[in-house]
């Protein structure tokens, strides 16, 4: 998907955002924020959302010298997910159609808001879970029960950490040894690293492979070789949340989306109200 | 006031919205957009949040070529306010306290939005009436009736179009020959201008001169001299919003300030919660 001007001050605000969370310094935060207006000034705009954050937060991790200023909430947000992982995996399991809950509550785990506070809100949590289970969905589970099943090879792009655990729901009803997971290679904002899979559990249950970026989403160009012909090879993407949907909207190839459209310009890009909850395929 | 960082997602979300209000050409609000990103990467903070309205503004007409975007709204935010204008001052002239219910219905006229669509919503103007002539107000008018009977020279900034007719009623219960209402010098925004002091029966009333400026508020650099001379002048200064706040919050006068705090960063800078109903003063 490429840049829409309504994404220019989304970037403006997100920068200042990321920065305030990284360092209380004002004279950072500021610089963080003429970089980003000077780097917005020049964009590119067929380029894809995530390339601005590329840029913002790289920014803010040369500026303030910290190299993975989310890593703590990170560890937070997985420990937090991993707590409620036993209750949803019998959810699963308990359910009539196991597959269709499990790609619901991936796409839960991509609404929950866990925040800056590490602590989940109970009550929030669980009524996130019961609108996934039961909200209509764009798409269906039906065009993945089969892509899933022909397939030789399948890529599951995850997303953020907490959110992982999440994922682990659904990658636990794919053809396990035809599964290959894949997450960043270096930090950005709270995106799932090695570290997160690990403790996710994901390690031990299928091949997990990091994509060489520390761009969010899935940018191809900054991408390591090596998963660069994994993702060419691979019969079947699943793309998790609204990054990689930004950025591999456009690639020819059988890929699944799985988000909530959070902002106006993915719904419209879309074409689904926005707080829709989103299993769409994008025919090869 | 100067500008805060959170004032330049502000600006940015507002030069696009800006520039879509008068254009439908994507590349043009797209240039618009590029040249403030441009402008605010490189602004100097300490100057205060209009001059980048004013530099917005100026690229807007620029790179359109209208010079007046606002003309037809301006007009009819006039005469939807001067359809309420009897009624109001009916209920001034019968508040127990006129001055008062006069300073809180021009204060009322800063809170309606007039909107894009010309029509008031009637049941939304009267509930903000009822609730700006009710609402706790940071300040008190009995400094304000002090003040305006003691000055020989008082001079009234004027903020919108629609909205100068409400300042119309508190105009009327100051001592007539000794005030002065001031507009601005060309179109900025929906800003009122002469046009607008004659539509609202101001001229008719005062003397109404004009600032000799296009930025939004009173940026005296931007001002004729003969304007700054009689600014320099006046005795006590009635400052009508939230951009002649912003602009001569900073200036050792005896200035009385009325407006309602709707952003985060002026209630800040006045030390009052987002939302409060204003009559403050500076003293010199």
Redesign the interface.
């Known amino acids: 998907m490429r840049t829409f001007?309504?994404c220019?001050?989304c970037f403006?605000?997100q920068a200042?955002d990321a920065t305030r969370f990284v360092t209380d310094d004002?004279r950072v935060?500021?610089r963080v924020?003429?970089?980003t207006?000077?780097a917005?000034?020049?964009m590119d705009?067929t380029a894809t959302p995530p390339e601005m954050g590329l840029h913002i937060h790289r920014a803010i991790r040369e500026l303030t010298g910290v190299a993975d200023p989310y890593r703590a909430v990170k560890e937070e947000f997985n420990e937090a997910a991993l707590a409620l992982y036993p209750e949803l995996k019998e959810r699963v399991e308990q359910a009539p159609d196991p597959l269709d809950a499990a790609a619901r509550l991936a796409i839960a785990g991509n609404i929950i808001d866990f925040g800056v506070q590490s602590r989940l809100d109970a009550a929030e949590v669980e009524a996130t879970v019961r609108d996934a289970l039961t909200a209509p969905l764009l798409g269906s589970v039906d065009g993945l029960r089969r892509a899933v099943a022909a397939a030789r090879s399948i890529l599951y792009l995850a997303d953020n950490a907490g959110e992982i655990v999440f994922d682990r729901l659904l990658i636990e009803r794919l053809p396990l040894p035809r599964v290959t997971v894949a997450v960043k290679g270096s930090p950005i904002i709270n995106d799932a690293t090695m570290d997160d899979a690990r403790a996710a559990g994901l390690t031990d249950l299928v091949e997990v492979i990091d994509n060489g970026s520390d761009a969010p989403g899935t940018l191809l160009a900054t991408c390591s070789p090596a998963f660069r012909r994994r993702f060419e090879a691979a019969d079947v993407i699943l793309a998790k949340g609204q990054a990689n949907y930004e950025t591999v909207s456009d690639v020819e190839k059988p890929i699944f989306f799985l988000l909530k459209a959070k902002c106006e310009v993915i719904a419209r890009d879309i074409g689904c109200p926005v707080g829709s909850l989103v299993l769409a395929a994008r025919a090869s």
């Open positions: 001007l309504d220019i001050p403006v605000r200042l004002v935060q500021e924020l003429r970089e207006l000077r917005a000034s020049e705009l």
